[in-house]
């Protein structure tokens, strides 16, 4: 492998790629490479004989293996060279570095990209982050949330208390005196005449009162 300067006119797409970038990355490569004329090397190899055109210039030419969408934006910036490393491989390598080229990659942690976003902001906006990046401003802004420390605990004392529920093996007779306890609440509760209405605290103190008689704890 080595790294050289090639120009445009003598690099060749392999007529076999199937990697396709949505239109909108394409942009975003492009502004990136016209902010800072960066890029990763585009990976070639020696033009095969066979094809080659007839009427080949004097120069050498290589077909592309790996970056033809910076190659595009390259010539679409006017530029006449780019950097590349030349790989002398063969026709099944080349198909098979075709095939995993643009597939072999990691993916990022969440938190740790998140963090990475939150530096990389200094004051900028998810929308104005998102023109140098590929997320869409929603995920940029989802990613940055990560990074932001957590919540301060609750103090205790201002939770509520959850309810505690309650489990009751009751016998027949005890679900008796129970049944006949909640009959007479509802009676009372509709405060026919005569009788007054009972309160839920007097309505559940009814209940247990009954339930600690049948059970002879009262």
């Known amino acids: 492998m080595t790294l050289q300067w090639i120009p445009l006119d003598a690099l060749q797409p392999h007529p076999e ?27 070639v190899r020696p033009l095969p004989a066979d094809e080659k055109p007839t009427s080949a210039p004097a120069q050498d030419r290589f077909q592309l293996l790996n970056g033809h969408h910076r ?32 597939r072999l990659e990691g993916r990022d942690d969440p938190a740790a990209r998140g963090r990475l ?20 401003p929603d995920a940029v802004a989802r990613l940055m949330r990560l990074a932001e420390p957590p919540p301060a605990p609750l103090d205790p004392v201002s939770l509520t208390p ?22 007479e609440i509802k009676k009372r509760s509709a405060s026919p005449a005569g009788h007054p209405p009972l309160s839920r605290s007097d309505a559940l103190e009814r209940l247990a009162l009954w339930y600690l008689e049948s059970v002879g704890m009262r």
């Open 17 to 43: 790629n199937s990697n396709r970038m949505p239109p909108h990355l394409v942009s975003k490569l492009k502004a990136h490479i016209a902010r800072t004329g960066l890029y990763e090397p585009l990976i």
């Open 71 to 102: 190659a595009q934006v390259l010539r679409e910036l006017g530029h006449t060279h780019a950097r590349c490393d030349v790989w002398l491989v063969s026709d099944a390598d080349a198909r098979l570095l075709l095939a995993t080229l643009n």
């Open 117 to 136: 976003l939150a530096r990389l902001a200094e004051g900028r906006s998810a929308e104005d982050l998102a023109r140098l990046l590929p997320e869409p």
């Open 162 to 183: 959850l309810a505690r529920p309650m489990t009751f093996f009751l016998s027949e007779a005890q679900h008796a005196l129970v049944s006949e306890a909640l009959a």
